[in-house]
């Protein structure tokens, strides 16, 4: 056989045994639900922050 065949014949059974290797990964574990209705921090700002937004745009055009 020739050295060319011979590193194809390696590189193909390498990559063979690494597809083969993929079966055995491990799968992902579903993340956890959440257990209620939770209350982030943003949402809360972001309430704030249109609050502020509105009352600045009612005393602009007040002014204006």
Do not use: C, N, R, W
């Amino acid at each position: 056989m020739s050295p060319m065949k011979l590193y194809a014949a390696e590189f193909a059974g390498f990559m063979l045994f690494a597809l083969l290797q993929l079966g055995y990964g491990q799968g992902l574990a579903p993340s956890p639900a959440p257990q209620g209705p939770t209350s982030d921090g943003k949402s809360i700002d972001q309430g704030i922050a249109y609050i502020l937004l509105l009352v600045a745009l009612a005393i602009t055009y007040l002014f204006h």
